[in-house]
Structures are given as C-alpha cells and as structure tokens.
C-alpha cells in the first residue's frame, strides 16, 4: 500500500509502455482473489495498453495473497511456439490465501511451467525467499529483491531491458574437450544480449 503500490503502478504502466506491436501481454491482480485484465493474450495495440493502463490506475490494496491462484491463471494459457511465454511475478507479501504451502505451490508450478520463463520479484522483507527463488530456478530466470528503501521501477527497468532482447534459449552443454561434473547451474537460464553466462563444476 501507500508508495510501494503507488511505485508498483508505476513500473506497470513503464512495462505496457515497453510493448511492441507485436507482442501479446496479459495483466493479472492477485489479492484474495485473482483478477485478470482480459482473459487470455491481449495484443499491444493501443486501445489495449489504454485500456490496461486504467485497469492498473484502479489497483488497490486490499485483502490477502493468492500466490497459488495468480500462477495457476499465469501458466493456464496456451502459447505458439514461435513465442517464449516469459512471466513477471511482482509481490510483496507471503502466500495467504488459497494453497500458502510454498513447497506445494512450487511443485505445482514446476509441473506447468513447459516453456515459460518465471522472473520473480519480492518487494520488502515479508517474501518467502524460498519460494521465489526455487521458482526462478524452475522457470530458468532470476529473481531480484528490491529493498524496502529501494525503487521498484528501477528494478523492473532493469528486467524489461534485459528480457527484451533473447539471445539464445534452451540452451545445453553438448560437447567438452574435459569430462565435466557438478556443474552450477545444473540447467542453463536463457542468455540475453549484454548478458554473461558462468557455470561452475569440476572437469577431468
């Protein structure tokens, strides 16, 4: 509530400013229910991102957090394959309403997540860590953690500047001059232009 909600509205309207004619985008609200903008992909054109940009003006804080609602709506949708469906989940608040087990609210994610791609964001310091974390590793993204003193639409610019431009997806070690073992991450994120890819591990 208060500025961190007038900041989150605020890196909204900064996201829909990002589309591009040819993307598809959805809004979904998650409080103790879960509400969508319209249901299914909306195409960015711009009597869409008008229309998305009042429905943001009208979020308010209220009631709890369905986590577990709010993914089941975000993965539920079907997506082309010439597409690479990427979910941005922004909350600041633990699980609260409907299914709150963070450990079975990952494991039914996992089992829906196919190709899409999960970067989360915790506003705050009332997040479950693990809960974003083991998501973003699911869902081969990243996870940020914006301070309580920090600016939310500077870690969402961030994001959508990263997310903008994929180079290379799916993406496996298939061949090595070594034998290698142990390595860290076990599946490798996406990379995107300006962006570096270390893995650890051991070799012989």
């Known amino acids: 509530s ?3 909600l007038d900041q989150a509205k605020a890196a909204l309207r900064q996201s829909l400013s990002s589309l591009r004619g040819t993307d598809r985008f959805r809004l979904i609200a998650f ?15 711009p009597d869409a991102v008008r ?3 009042m429905f943001v003006d009208a979020l308010g804080a209220n009631g709890g957090t369905n986590i577990a609602g709010a993914l089941d709506a975000a993965l539920g949708a079907t997506v082309g394959q010439g ?5 941005i989940l922004l909350t600041d608040g633990i699980p609260s309403v409907g299914e709150q087990s963070p450990e079975r609210i990952a494991d039914q ?3 829906r997540l196919g190709r899409t791609r999960i970067f989360p964001i915790g506003v705050g310091s009332d997040v479950n860590t693990y809960l974003l974390d083991r ?6 993204g990243s ?26 997806t799916n993406l496996r070690i298939v061949d090595s001059p070594v034998r290698l073992a142990q390595l860290t991450p076990s599946a490798l994120p996406d990379l995107f232009y300006g962006q570096e890819l270390v893995v650890f591990g051991r070799y012989q």
């Open 2 to 4: 208060g500025e961190k």
């Open 31 to 45: 409080s103790s229910t879960v509400r969508e903008f319209r249901e299914g992909f909306t195409p960015a054109t």
């Open 51 to 53: 229309g998305a940009r």
């Open 83 to 87: 597409r690479l469906p990427i979910v």
């Open 109 to 111: 994610a996992e089992q």
């Open 135 to 140: 998501l973003s590793v699911a869902g081969r």
């Open 143 to 168: 996870v940020e953690y914006v301070a309580p003193d920090a600016s939310i639409e500077t870690a969402v610019g961030a994001l959508l500047g990263k997310i903008q431009h994929p180079a290379l």
